[in-house]
């Protein structure tokens, strides 16, 4: 069984620009959620999503979006680039319903931005 | 406001003896506890979860307690294990609204596990 693939692993953008990320779950989880780790912070929650709906925000500003496709399939874009966005942005699934059940994360897109 | 502490930055261990990683939260609308642990340039990886309505879960060698009055858990390893050394992140979720929730991850503790 396939984890959660994100793509692309590494990358490098300038500021101002803005990127897209794309996260794959595990066949048959319908549950994505992202979050972004940077040292002085630690795992910090983006959003997730769930049957296409965003179901929860975290505290981030509204440059940080996302969205997820009837596959369950998600992206999550940046637009405007700070120096500060640089992290490493992890996506994670889980199966439904949504009963307590731990998350699966992917391998993450670490994003630089000079 | 952190709302999970993991107040040990990092902590070392001699093989073979036991582990201890402590986590705690505030908010007392968490209802369930998971441990990861995470590897340099990977994502994290789920070790062992706990609800609030135990107060210890185990498997194999690593086995979670939970303590609501006080708002701690911890995570013991025995026997530790060199491939164990690791970052450990503690996190915790609140059930509402049929939504999983976030999960809200304290900010680690590095375990060395040493031969």
């Known amino acids: 069984k396939a984890g959660v693939t994100q793509t692309p692993r590494y990358l490098i953008k300038t500021r101002g620009q803005q990127v897209t990320l794309s996260c794959s779950p595990i066949?048959?989880?319908?549950?994505v959620s992202w979050y972004q780790q940077t040292p002085g912070q630690g795992l910090q929650f983006l959003f997730e999503y769930f049957s296409e709906t965003q179901r929860n925000k975290g505290n981030f500003p509204g440059r940080f979006s996302g969205r997820q496709f009837s596959n369950s399939r998600s992206e999550m874009n940046v637009s405007t680039l700070e120096l500060g966005d640089s992290a490493l942005y992890l996506c994670a699934s889980s199966r439904p319903p949504i009963d307590r059940t731990e998350a699966f994360f992917g391998q993450g897109t670490r994003l630089t931005v000079v | 406001d952190q709302q999970v502490k993991q107040n040990s930055p990092s902590l070392s261990v001699q093989e073979g003896r036991i582990s201890i990683l402590n986590c705690d939260y505030t908010n007392s609308m968490f209802d369930y506890f998971l441990w990861y642990k995470k590897y340099p340039a990977e994502g994290p990886t789920f070790l062992i979860s706990?609800?609030?309505?135990?107060d210890k879960n185990e498997d194999g060698r690593f086995t979670v307690f939970l303590n609501k009055s006080a708002k701690h858990l911890s995570l013991h390893i025995v026997p530790s294990q060199p491939g164990d050394s690791a970052v450990y992140f503690c996190a915790a979720s609140a059930h509402y609204g049929g939504s999983q929730g976030n999960l809200i991850f304290g900010k680690g503790t590095k375990l060395s596990v040493k031969p």
């Open positions: 066949s048959g989880h319908r549950s």
């Open positions: 706990i609800s609030s309505i135990k």
